[in-house]
T-cell receptor, first 113, second 116 residues
Framework: GAGVSQTPSNKVTEKGKYVELRCDPI?????LYWYRQSLGQGPEFLIY????????DSGLPNDRFFAVRPEGSVSTLKIQRTERGDSAVYLC???????????FGAGTRLSVL | AQKVTQAQTEISVVEKEDVTLDCVYE???????LFWYKQPPSGELVFLIR??????QNEISGRYSWNFQKSTSSFNFTITASQVVDSAVYFC?????????????FGTGTRLKVLA
């Protein structure tokens, strides 16, 4: 498919465990964003990559959250020592450049028990 | 600070009725973009429209139309002759070059239910 792909679509984990969420952007898109959407809320910004570097990580809630994009394409959002409050849908978006329209994936629904 | 307010949490209409979804925004940027996205039950955010702050022309696309008014900081969305397939959560979003990025600031969304 030509859209943004996120895997897994659902992830259930136990409190304290480590999880990785993957995002495959649209081919050729240099900008990649992660957002978090809690139930009944709009998505909230977490981090923005331009190429391989994190240009803005001001939305990461604490140091348990980390994201990488080593080759400027696929990105992985990593959450250490998960807490029940981390339960949400994590959305990834990509765009041709920072100023361009962002196209979103279907998200990963994370449930921390 | 940037902020988007969608005061309508949920709207229910009967098929073929017209419906307007409200969006009010706050920003100190002089150049910014406004967006509407649709989120059906599948969860994926679907892009509908982008307007930049220098273009206040209203836009129509089929049954959809948008009214952008800088004087009232509003960017409202109207669906004409609504259909059941329009049922979804609709998000308004704002993007400006704050802190060097074009991250989106979303409203809390309006859930639209179109009843047959």
């Amino acid at each position: 498919g030509a859209g943004v792909s996120q895997t897994p679509s659902n992830k259930v984990t136990e409190k304290g465990k480590y999880v990785e969420l993957r995002c495959d952007p649209i081919s050729g898109h240099t900008a990649l964003y992660w957002y978090r959407q809690s139930l009944g809320q709009g998505p909230e910004f977490l981090i923005y990559f331009q190429g391989t570097g994190a240009a803005d990580d001001s939305g990461l809630p604490n140091d348990r959250f980390f994201a990488v994009r080593p080759e400027g394409s696929v990105s992985t959002l990593k959450i250490q020592r998960t807490e029940r409050g981390d339960s949400a849908v994590y959305l990834c978006a990509s765009s041709l450049g920072g100023e361009n329209i962002q196209y979103f994936g279907a998200g990963t629904r994370l449930s921390v028990l | 600070a940037q902020k988007v307010t969608q005061a309508q949490t949920e709207i229910s209409v009967v098929e073929k009725e017209d419906v307007t979804l409200d969006c009010v925004y706050e920003t100190r940027d002089t150049t910014y973009y406004l967006f509407w996205y649709k989120q059906p039950p599948s969860g994926e955010l679907v892009f509908l429209i982008r307007r930049n702050s220098f273009d206040e022309q209203n836009e129509i696309s089929g049954r959809y139309s948008w009214n952008f008014q800088k004087s009232t900081s509003s960017f409202n969305f109207t669906i004409t002759a609504s259909q059941v397939v329009d049922s979804a959560v609709y998000f308004c979003a704002l993007s400006g070059f704050t802190s060097g990025t074009y991250k989106y600031i979303f409203g809390t969304g309006t859930r639209l239910k179109v009843l047959a």
